[in-house]
């Protein structure tokens, strides 16, 4: 079982007011990392049973928070709660440093550069900066490609916990985009045992045909893996081969965009 050791200890650093303290709870939960049912969570979160029913019932009732069908009945992250994180993410002041650092690496390796996110069963970008070549990829901000077949897509899910890794890869429909697009579930839980080893997602001609992808972790200062740089660019430009040699300058704006999370 993960580790879901209480993050505050006290009524004091929880605060003293019920919004307070409904507020610490949905951190606990966010850090969690995955569901958690009541007796797990009151095994971390030093609260009465009874206003951990109350806050839960508030929270349940106000979306930000939901139980996940089945018998464990577990409490997680609600659409609610979901959306305004996404929205810190993509419209808070660190924006214009990311921007900057993308904007650096993109000079640097003439290629266009995404910053992505896991977002329920799919990636979301955050970001892209585009190199100034007229054959590229049209994947705005905001746009969403499938986790199984994407470079960032399988780094992120080869980061997470076996147990909350395995239970997404269940929920994906592995459906083919390219003759290379990986829709067995062994192969796919292959290539993300690869992944987190080399701390590497790859994408060759897997979602689009004639575009390879590279794609490496972004960090916060935990070290939790939070986002990922992708590099994409047409394989007629420039081969997986080629991408594969922008890795360690990729991580260096990586560590870069660290202090932004």
């Known amino acids: 079982m993960p580790d879901i050791t ?3 200890d006290t009524s004091a650093e929880r605060g003293d007011t019920p919004t307070l303290r409904a507020f610490a709870l949905l951190e606990f939960l966010v850090r969690a990392d995955r569901p958690l049912t ?17 806050m839960l019932a508030a929270l349940e009732n106000g979306g930000l928070v939901i139980r996940e069908p ?11 709660l979901a959306r305004l994180g996404l929205d810190i993410v993509t419209h808070s002041g660190p924006r214009q440093l990311r921007r900057a650092i993308l904007a650096s690496l993109v000079a640097d390796i003439g290629e266009t550069v995404n910053l992505t996110m896991l977002n329920e069963t799919e990636v979301l970008y955050l970001d892209r900066m585009e190199a100034p070549w007229p054959l590229r990829l049209d ?8 986790l199984h077949c994407s470079a960032s897509g399988k780094l992120l899910l080869s980061q997470l916990p076996p147990e909350r890794r395995s239970q997404l890869v269940r929920q994906l429909k592995l459906e083919r985009f390219t003759p290379n697009t990986i829709t067995n579930v ?23 045909a004639g575009i390879a992808c590279v794609a490496v972790p972004v960090r916060d200062t935990n070290g939790k893996m939070v986002a990922a740089i992708a590099i994409h660019a047409p394989t007629a430009r420039s081969p997986l081969s080629r991408s594969l040699e922008f890795v360690p300058r990729a991580l260096q704006a990586a560590a870069e965009l660290t202090q932004t999370f």
């Open 38 to 54: 009541l007796a797990e969570i009151m095994q971390g979160f030093d609260a009465p049973k009874a206003s951990l029913h109350r």
């Open 6 to 8: 209480p993050a505050f």
């Open 70 to 80: 089945g018998p464990r009945n577990a409490y997680t992250v609600g659409p609610r």
């Open 139 to 146: 994947l705005k901000p905001g746009s969403r490609v499938p």
């Open 186 to 208: 062994e192969m796919l839980e292959a290539e993300l045992d690869r992944c987190a080893d080399k701390e590497l997602g790859i994408d060759n001609e897997e979602f689009v």
